[in-house]
T-cell receptor, first 114, second 113 residues
Framework: DQQVKQNSPSLSVQEGRISILNCDYTNSMFDYFLWYKKYPAEGPTFLISISSIKDKNEDGRFTVFLNKSAKHLSLHIVPSQPGDSAVYFCAASAGSSNTGKLIFGQGTTLQVKP | DSGVTQTPKHLITATGQRVTLRCSPRSGDLSVYWYQQSLDQGLQFLIQYYNGEERAKGNILERFSAQQFPDLHSELNLSSLELGDSALYFC????????????FGQGTRLTVV
C-alpha cells in the first residue's frame, strides 16, 4: 500500500524555468510533509517542509504548496538551475505516531538543462 | 557532510550469509533510523531507536535486527541473506524521538550474489 506517491518518475526542464514536482498521499493522519533531495552516491538531504496547518512554505527558490482536501503537495523551484538536477523525494509523517518515522514516495528525477 | 557516518560503503556477500551495517549518528542526536532503498523504489522505513530503546518498527523482516548502543551508535544485522535483500541501506539521525527532519548518511550498498 503506497501511502505516498510520486507519479512522475522523471522531469526535464530548461535552466531558468520553473520546476514543479508533485506528490499525492492517501493517509489523512499525515500532518507533516517534507521534501528531500538526493544526488548519486549521497544520502538524501532535507530541503523544505510544511505542516498541515499551512498551505504554503517558502525558502528562497523553493516553495512547497499543500492542498489538504486533495491530499496533494507540490514543490516549486524557481528559477531552476543545473545544480538542482537530482532525485527529489516527498515524505510524510503522522504526529500521532509519536515517532520521527517518515513514509517516502518513490522519487522524481529532475534534470535541469543548461 | 551530514555528520552521520555509515560503514561500510559497499558490501558484497553470498546468499545465506550474515552482515552487520554500522551507523554513527550526528553528535548529540538521540534517534537513529534505518531505511532500505531497493532498485527504483523509495526509501522504506525499517526501524527507529531512541536513546537505546526501540521506538518504532516498520516492515522489517524477522531476519533483520538492529540495536542502539550506549554511545548511541547503531548496528543493523541482516542474516540468511537473499538476493532480494540487495539494496541501499540508509541510516539517519535526529535530535529527538519525534523530529522528522532527520539527517541521512551516505548509505551502505549491499549486493547479495
Amino acid at each position: 500500500d503506497q501511502q505516498v506517491k510520486q507519479n512522475s518518475p522523471s522531469l526535464s526542464v530548461q535552466e531558468g524555468r520553473i520546476s514543479i514536482l508533485n506528490c499525492d498521499y492517501t493517509n489523512s493522519m499525515f500532518d507533516y510533509f517534507l521534501w528531500y533531495k538526493k544526488y548519486p552516491a549521497e544520502g538524501p538531504t532535507f530541503l523544505i517542509s510544511i505542516s498541515s496547518i499551512k498551505d504554503k512554505n517558502e525558502d528562497g527558490r523553493f516553495t512547497v504548496f499543500l492542498n489538504k482536501s486533495a491530499k496533494h503537495l507540490s514543490l516549486h523551484i524557481v528559477p531552476s538551475q543545473p545544480g538542482d538536477s537530482a532525485v527529489y523525494f516527498c515524505a510524510a509523517s503522522a504526529g500521532s505516531s509519536n515517532t520521527g518515522k517518515l513514509i517516502f514516495g518513490q522519487g522524481t528525477t529532475l534534470q535541469v538543462k543548461p | 557532510d551530514s555528520g552521520v557516518t555509515q560503514t561500510p560503503k559497499h558490501l558484497i556477500t553470498a546468499t545465506g550469509q550474515r552482515v552487520t551495517l554500522r551507523c554513527s549518528p550526528r553528535s548529540g542526536d538521540l534517534s537513529v533510523y534505518w531505511y532500505q532503498q531497493s532498485l527504483d523504489q523509495g526509501l522504506q522505513f525499517l526501524i527507529q531507536y531512541y536513546n537505546g530503546e526501540e521506538r518504532a518498527k516498520g516492515n522489517i523482516l524477522e531476519r533483520f535486527s538492529a540495536q542502539q548502543f550506549p554511545d548511541l551508535h547503531s548496528e543493523l544485522n541482516l542474516s540468511s541473506l537473499e538476493l532480494g535483500d540487495s539494496a541501499l541501506y540508509f541510516c539517519a539521525s535526529s535530535a529527538t524521538g519525534i523530529s522528522t527532519e532527520a539527517f541521512f548518511g551516505q548509505g551502505t550498498r549491499l549486493t547479495v550474489v
